[in-house]
Structures are given as structure tokens and as C-alpha cells.
């Protein structure tokens, strides 16, 4: 009787421990599933993630940093970034799934979709590299690097869509930044994004877009 | 007639030295200064306390004035190499210049971090007290037992760790301002371990 009772106890103490042990390490996502998440992103972001021109131009998310990936997706869920269809997108997402998917997107690297006009690409590299001091835009390629692939939270740009990246300079301070409780990055770029003029901000988006 | 002449070219004489003058004098408005400083901030981050962007973009804020004005004289005159910080000093007038300086030695943001701290021990001693041995001078002779610096010698207390990594290592290929030769040797003879060392201990210094 008494060597039953403690079987019985070992194997309670047991179950304890391996669901203690589970409950350490973060369950990550079953690939499957990733897998399955990821073809539904491909559905609107292209087949590579190389972005596509729906009626919004939607942005090339390949070879993206998984910190700038993830913080957009939590910057959805938060309306610190206003964007209905990316807030229905990201609800569903758990933060392991919202990893994985940073993670197999930061590892694609399409050739860009170009398209933009390349005769504004010099001066855009002009800007990119030396910003334009006398309009007080610092210069691109201090923070975003001069490959432009960024680093962390700061997003690389090489490659990106040339309407996309002209959208998000133009309407910045509508479109990022939102919620006044949780302040973030994006306010960096805000007199940046205000002190660049509408050509400007065309020269640089072409001059990104080509960028491999 | 000579004389009309001559007078003639002594008032164009002086109307050229008061316009000069007036140039040199011309103060750039507060609000000018307060739109560069935002520019500054746009990289060196929100309070100047130093930003990790692709490059690790060192703190301003509380710097010394006399050599932050060094500096960016530093990059107009290509004796510090930086592109990036060439163009943004080459449209400062000198007014200008000292207003930005001014300003951002008065602010007092906290020190960004992040950087390892089992090696703080070990930096605060060769901060303190050099390495003899290895013809390390005190790092304090200079930069002051509290690490604010003095005139050109820069502050140090809050820098970012990545930021005087970065400097320690690559000194001679970056550095060339006449005062900056002083740092040469003592950069040379610290090893990897000791530039980390005391990287680590400054950042964390208020």
C-alpha cells in the first residue's frame, strides 16, 4: 500500500515537472502553421514578399529586420501605426508566430520590383548619403545604413516599393505615431519626413527602390 | 578729382568691412537654432543622449562646447573623417556653431546603457589609474575623476559604449585635429579587452 501511494507520488511530482519545464521555454510555433501564415502574408505582400502593387502599394517586407517587423506588428495591434487590414492581421498573431514570420521573411531576398523613375535616383542617392543640411534632413544612411539594410528596429529600405516609401514620407505624422500613451521610434523620423519636399521625397523613394 | 577717387574707395572700403561685420555678427534666431538642434537630434537622439542607429551615433548632450565646435571645425576641414558629419558642418556658420554647442552642453539626459557590466570593475581602475605598464596614461589626468571633460577635452561620462569602442579602435584612421594626436598613442597601446573595459564603465557614468 504504501509503495503504491508512492508511485502515485512520483508520478505526480513528474507531470509537475515536465509541464514546469514546458511552460520555461517558450512553445515556439509549429512550422506547419508558420508555414501556412506565411503563404496568407505572401497573398497581398507577393510571392517572395518583394511588396505589390494592390490598390495600396504594399510593402516589400523581404530580407526585413525581425525587430522592425515585429515592432510594426505590435504597432498595429496598439494604433501607434493606423492601418485597419494590418490590425485585423496582426490580432490574430501570437508573439512566437509574429517571430517566426520576422524570422522567415528577414531570410528571402527577391530582386526588387522596380518600376520607379530612374532618373531620380541620383539625386536620391545624393540625398540617401548626405542628407540635405541646409533643410535640416540628417542624412539617410546614418541610421539606415548605406546598403540601406537597417538594423533592429530600423527598417532596411532597399528595395522597397517607390509608392510606398513616397506614401509613408508624405502622410508620416498622420500614419505613425499614433497613440500619444505609448510614444516610439517613429518619431525620429517625423522632422525628417516634414522637412523633405515632395521631390525629395520622390528622388530618395526611387533611389531606394532599386537597391538590392 | 584724385581726391573724389580716393574718397571714393575708402567709403566702398568701409561700406565693405561694416557689411562684413554685420555678416559675422548676425546671430542665427533662436528658432533657427532650436530647428538645427531637432536636426541634431534627428540622429544623436531625442535628448542627445546618443542613438544605436546603423552606426552607433554618439551622446552630445552635456558635452563640452569648446570641443564640440572642434569637432565639427574637425569635419569641414576633412582632419576628422566622416561624410555624413561633413555635409551637416559644412552649412553652419560659426554663430551658428557655438549657439548649437551651447545648447547642447546644457542638457542632461541619462546615460543610454545596454552595454556588459562585468568589465565596469575593470575599467573604472585603468579610467582611474592607467595601465603603467603598458604605457597607459589615467584616462582621469584628462578627461577628470568624473569624466566631464574640460575645453577640448571631451566629455566621457554616458558616452555609448559602441561609440568609444568604435573611437579606441579605429583612432588614427579617423582622427587627425592637432589635439587629437595625444590620444594616438594611449588608443595603440590599450588592448581590445581593455577598450572594452573602459567603454563599459563610462557609458554608465551620469
Not at chain 2, 542627445?48 to 562646447?65: C, D, E, N, S, T
Request: glycine share 8%.
Amino acid at each position: 500500500m504504501s509503495s503504491l501511494k508512492l508511485i502515485l507520488q512520483i508520478a505526480i511530482l513528474t507531470v509537475a515537472l515536465a509541464g514546469a519545464a514546458a511552460a520555461d521555454e517558450r512553445p515556439a510555433a509549429p512550422k506547419a502553421s508558420v508555414q501556412a501564415k506565411l503563404s496568407y502574408c505572401k497573398d497581398c505582400h507577393g510571392p517572395s514578399a518583394q511588396g505589390y502593387f494592390g490598390f495600396f502599394p504594399i510593402p516589400r517586407l523581404a530580407g526585413q529586420q525581425t525587430a522592425y517587423l515585429e515592432n510594426q506588428l505590435r504597432a498595429f495591434l496598439e494604433h501607434r501605426r493606423t492601418n485597419n487590414v494590418m490590425f485585423n492581421v496582426a490580432h490574430a498573431l501570437s508573439p512566437e508566430m509574429m517571430a517566426a514570420l520576422a524570422l522567415s521573411l528577414h531570410q528571402l531576398n527577391p530582386l526588387p520590383i522596380g518600376g520607379a523613375p530612374r532618373q531620380l535616383a541620383a539625386e536620391g542617392k545624393r540625398i540617401f548619403e548626405d542628407g540635405v543640411p541646409d533643410a535640416n534632413v540628417a542624412a539617410c544612411a546614418a541610421c539606415h545604413g548605406p546598403e540601406a539594410t537597417g538594423t533592429g528596429e530600423i527598417p532596411r529600405l532597399a528595395g522597397q516599393l517607390y509608392p510606398y516609401v513616397v506614401k509613408e514620407l508624405t502622410n508620416w505624422g498622420i500614419e505613425r505615431g499614433q497613440n500619444a500613451a505609448k510614444p516610439d521610434t517613429s518619431a525620429v523620423m517625423s522632422p525628417v519626413a516634414h522637412s523633405l519636399s515632395k521631390s525629395q521625397i520622390e528622388a530618395v523613394a526611387a533611389f531606394v527602390s532599386y537597391l538590392k | 578729382m584724385k581726391s573724389i577717387g580716393l574718397r571714393l574707395v575708402f567709403a566702398i572700403l568701409a561700406a565693405c568691412a561694416a557689411g562684413g561685420a554685420r555678416a559675422n555678427e548676425a546671430d542665427p534666431s533662436s528658432k533657427d537654432v532650436q530647428a538645427k538642434l531637432q536636426y541634431c537630434n534627428v540622429c544623436h537622439g531625442v535628448s542627445a543622449q546618443g542613438f544605436l542607429g546603423y552606426y552607433p551615433i554618439p551622446r552630445l548632450a552635456g558635452q563640452q562646447v569648446a570641443y564640440i565646435e572642434n569637432q565639427l571645425k574637425g569635419f569641414v576641414e576633412q582632419k576628422r573623417t566622416s561624410n555624413i558629419m561633413f555635409n551637416v558642418g559644412h552649412v553652419l556658420s560659426p554663430a551658428m556653431i557655438t549657439g548649437l554647442a551651447t545648447r547642447l552642453h546644457d542638457l542632461n539626459a541619462k546615460p543610454l546603457g545596454g552595454a556588459p557590466k562585468e568589465p565596469v570593475a575593470q575599467g573604472k581602475k585603468i579610467y582611474e589609474e592607467g595601465i603603467p605598464g603598458a604605457n597607459v596614461l589615467a584616462c582621469a589626468s584628462c578627461h577628470g575623476q568624473d569624466a566631464k571633460g574640460n575645453g577640448q577635452f571631451p566629455r566621457l561620462a554616458g558616452q555609448l559604449y559602441a561609440y568609444v569602442s568604435l573611437q579606441l579602435t579605429n583612432w588614427s584612421k579617423e582622427r587627425g585635429e592637432t589635439l587629437s594626436n595625444v590620444m594616438a598613442p594611449i588608443a595603440r597601446n590599450l588592448s581590445d579587452e581593455q577598450i572594452k573595459a573602459v567603454a563599459a564603465y563610462l557609458s554608465y557614468l551620469e
